[in-house]
C-alpha cells in the first residue's frame, strides 16, 4: 500500500502538468500546433541565415524582422474583434493555409536560385499579416478548446511549452540541413508542417454553440472601449507597458545573434542553430515551471524575477566570446523572456474582465510582437554604428530600470488586484480584530 502511494505520488506532479491535455479538440490542437512550430522555427533560422549570407548586413536582417512583425501593430488589434464574432476554426483554417502557402513561395524562389532581398521582404510582410491575425484568433480560440475552465492556466502556459520545444529542436535542425543542404529544404518542411495544424483542426468537434456569435458595437467602438478599460486598469497598464519596453529593447537580440555566431564565435550556421536552441531550452525550462504551479499568487513577483534574468542573460551574451558561455547566457535569457511573457500572459487572463477578454489580449500581442519591429529596425541601425556589442548592453539595461519600475509599484498592483481575487476565492479575506476576539471568546 505504501509503494502505491508512492508511485501516485511520483504520477501526480505530471498529471497536474498535461491536466489540459484531457480535452480532445487540445490535444488534437497540441499535437498539429506541436509539428508545425518546428517548421516555423526551422524557416526563421534558415531565412535570417540567407539574408546574411546574401547581404553581409546587420541592417537587412533588423529590416526583415521589422517587416515581419510591423503587420501587428495595426491588425492584431482589428482581428481580436472579429475573433470575437466569426467562427475562430475556419479563421485558423484561413491563416494557416495562407502561411502555408507563403512558405512555398520562398520554397520555390530558394530552390531555383532566383532568390533576390526585396522578395524575402515582401515574403516576409506577407507572413506578418498572417501572423498578425492568426495569434489573437488562437490565444482566443484556446478558450473553446479547453473543457474544463480551470485547465485554462494550464493550457496557456503548455501553449508556450509547444512554442520553446519548438524553438529548442527547430533552430538546431534548421543548422545542420542549412551547413549541408542549403535553406530551401528548410522552407519545403515548414510549408508540409502546416498539414499538421490544418488536419487537427478538420478533426475537432466543437459544440455549436462555441461557433455563434452575437452582434455587437461597431469595430472602432468596441477597441476604444477596450483601450480606455486598458489604460485605467493599472495593473493591466503596467504589465502592457513593462511587456513593450522589453520588446523593445531586449527581445530583437534574436536579430543579432547570426552576427555573433559568425563575426564573434568565428562558426556557421550550426553555431547560429546550437545558439538559438540553447534560448529555446531556456524557455522551455521557464514555461514547464509555470505549467507546475498550483496558483497566480506570486507571478507579480515573478514577472520582476525573470526580467532581470533576461537582461542579464543578454548582458553576458554580448560580453562572452565562448561558445559555452553564449550558449549558457542565451539559456537564461530564453529562461527570462519566456517566464516573463507567460507569466504576464497568465496574470492578465485572471484579472481581466471577461466580456473584454479579447480586446486586452489583442493589446497583450501589440505590447509583445506589435513593438519588436521598430525594436528590431533600431537594433540593426545601431548594430551597424555601435557595433552588436553595445546594442545589446544598452538593450538590457533599459530591460533593467523597467524591472525596477515595475517593482516600485507592486503595492499599488497588488491593492488593485486584490479584490478580484477575492472575488475569484483565490485568496481568503482576512478576519478583523473582532472577529477574531469573537471567534476566540466562543472557543473558549
Not at 479563421?91 to 524562389?109: E, K, N, P, R, W
Not at 513593450?244 to 547570426?258: D, K, Q, R
Not at 510582437?369 to 537594433?379: E, I, K, Q, R
Amino acid at each position: 500500500m505504501a509503494a502505491g502511494e508512492h508511485i501516485g505520488a511520483q504520477k501526480q506532479p505530471l498529471h497536474h502538468l498535461l491536466r489540459a491535455l484531457r480535452s480532445r479538440n487540445y490535444r488534437l490542437f497540441a499535437v498539429g500546433q506541436g509539428v508545425s512550430l518546428v517548421g516555423t522555427w526551422m524557416q526563421q533560422v534558415a531565412m535570417s541565415w540567407l539574408v546574411y549570407r546574401l547581404t553581409g548586413s546587420a541592417m537587412l536582417l533588423g529590416l526583415i524582422g521589422f517587416f515581419s512583425q510591423l503587420p501587428t501593430l495595426f491588425i492584431a488589434p482589428v482581428a481580436g474583434v472579429l475573433a470575437d464574432r466569426w467562427d475562430r476554426r475556419r479563421l485558423l483554417f484561413a491563416t494557416q493555409t495562407l502561411a502555408m502557402v507563403q512558405a512555398g513561395i520562398l520554397a520555390f524562389v530558394v530552390l531555383t536560385g532566383v532568390v533576390q532581398v526585396w522578395q524575402i521582404v515582401l515574403l516576409s510582410l506577407i507572413l506578418g499579416i498572417v501572423n498578425a491575425c492568426d495569434i489573437p484568433i488562437r490565444q482566443s480560440f484556446v478558450v473553446e478548446m479547453v473543457e474544463h475552465r480551470e485547465d485554462l492556466g494550464n493550457a496557456i502556459a503548455l501553449n508556450s511549452s509547444l512554442v520553446n520545444g519548438a524553438r529548442l529542436i527547430g533552430p538546431s535542425i534548421a543548422g545542420l540541413l542549412v551547413a549541408t543542404v542549403g535553406e530551401g529544404i528548410c522552407f519545403v518542411l515548414n510549408a508540409t508542417s502546416y498539414l499538421a495544424v490544418i488536419l487537427a483542426l478538420s478533426a475537432m468537434r466543437m459544440a455549436p454553440a462555441s461557433v455563434s456569435r452575437r452582434n455587437r458595437l461597431p469595430i472602432l467602438e468596441e477597441l476604444h472601449a477596450g483601450f480606455v478599460y486598458a489604460y485605467e486598469f493599472g495593473p493591466i497598464k503596467s504589465i502592457l507597458l513593462l511587456l513593450a519596453l522589453v520588446s523593445l529593447m531586449g527581445m530583437p537580440y534574436s536579430v543579432l545573434v547570426p552576427v555573433f555566431a559568425k563575426e564573434v564565435l568565428h562558426g556557421g550556421a550550426h553555431t547560429f542553430g546550437f545558439l538559438m536552441g540553447a534560448a529555446g531550452s531556456g524557455a522551455l525550462a521557464g514555461t514547464l515551471y509555470l505549467a507546475s504551479r498550483h496558483t497566480v499568487l506570486g507571478l507579480d513577483r515573478m514577472i520582476v524575477m525573470a526580467t532581470v534574468f533576461f537582461a542579464l542573460g543578454i548582458a553576458t551574451f554580448a560580453l562572452s566570446r565562448n561558445f559555452i558561455l553564449s550558449m549558457s547566457a542565451l539559456a537564461v535569457a530564453g529562461f527570462g523572456g519566456m517566464t516573463l511573457f507567460a507569466s504576464c500572459n497568465t496574470l492578465l487572463q485572471t484579472i481581466l474582465d471577461e466580456d473584454k477578454r479579447g480586446r486586452v489580449m489583442s493589446f497583450f500581442t501589440v505590447s509583445f510582437l506589435g513593438v519588436a519591429p521598430f525594436g528590431s529596425l533600431a537594433a540593426g541601425s545601431l548594430a551597424g554604428s555601435i557595433g552588436p556589442c553595445a546594442t545589446l548592453l544598452l538593450g538590457s539595461i533599459g530591460c533593467l530600470v523597467g524591472a525596477a519600475v515595475f517593482a516600485r509599484s507592486l503595492p499599488r498592483f497588488r491593492e488593485k488586484i486584490r479584490p478580484i481575487y477575492l472575488r475569484m476565492g483565490i485568496i481568503q479575506e482576512e478576519p478583523s480584530d473582532m472577529e477574531s476576539a469573537t471567534k476566540q471568546s466562543r472557543q473558549q
